[in-house]
């Protein structure tokens, strides 16, 4: 158990509609981090918040934001779903983000998203 | 794109044996990790090196890191049935942001 947490572990729904994953760093953690592992694209880097900013995007789509709030969880929001969007979503924790030099990151177990 | 890429895609050996990932990144790095997922679940950490160490170990895990080469290789002695996962090497860009950029993974298969 990585102390990461992640809810729903699946989400089923259909394309147009909207949703929300949500993720509770490790406690301490500051960094959390949104990744979409898909078979065609593999693990690809969404986004990283830290401290309640954004520090850093990856290749997300402009249907999809994230926030981090006071309580250091976050939520990735996706909306206008389509069925390209079917993945694994994992969220990744870290202790710090020092400039330039990443820590280990912790991996809850991920949404499973199926857009039918 | 890809930053790391592992060899082979895929591999199975018997229980005992010794099993060799190899990964592949193109730019200057801070670090390097390698993660392991079992299917379909989360990725669990497994190691750690920094650029400047040149080898690492954590139990029956042997890193290696050539950066001269921009590679480096993850070793699991002694393999066993439960070693069967997928495992991704990643790292993060010097100069960059704390992202890691994963490769596609190598699938391990460990037969009893």
């Known amino acids: 158990d990585s102390g990461v947490t992640q809810t729903p572990k699946h989400l089923i729904t259909a394309t147009g509609q909207r949703v929300t994953l949500r993720c509770s760093p490790r406690s301490g953690d500051l960094s959390v981090y949104w990744y979409q592992q898909s078979l065609d694209q593999g693990l690809q880097f969404l986004i990283q918040?830290?401290?309640?900013?954004?520090?850093a995007k990856g290749n997300i789509l402009e249907r999809f934001s994230a926030q981090q709030f006071p309580d250091l969880h976050s939520e990735l929001n996706l909306s206008s779903l389509e069925l390209g969007d079917s993945a694994l979503y994992f969220c990744?924790?870290?202790?710090?983000?020092?400039?330039?030099?990443?820590?280990?990151?912790?991996f809850g177990p991920g949404t499973r998203l199926t857009v039918l | 794109s890809q930053q790391g890429e592992e060899d082979p895609q895929a591999l199975s050996i018997q229980e005992g044996e010794n099993a060799t990932m190899n990964c592949s990144y193109k730019t200057s790095i801070n670090n390097l990790q390698w993660y392991r997922q079992n299917s379909g679940r989360g990725l669990v950490h497994l190691i750690l090196i920094r650029s400047n160490e040149r080898e690492k170990h954590s139990g029956r895990l042997r890193v290696t890191l050539d950066t001269s080469k921009k590679s480096s290789s993850l070793l699991i002695t002694a393999s066993r049935a439960a070693d069967t996962a997928s495992y991704f090497c990643?790292?993060?860009?010097?100069?960059?942001?704390?992202?890691?950029?994963f490769g596609k993974g190598t699938k391990l298969t460990v037969n009893p």
């Open positions: 918040y830290y401290n309640g900013e954004e520090r």
């Open positions: 990744a924790s870290s202790v710090a983000a020092t400039s330039g030099r990443t820590d280990t990151q912790y």
């Open positions: 990643a790292t993060d860009r010097k100069g960059g942001s704390e992202k890691l950029v």
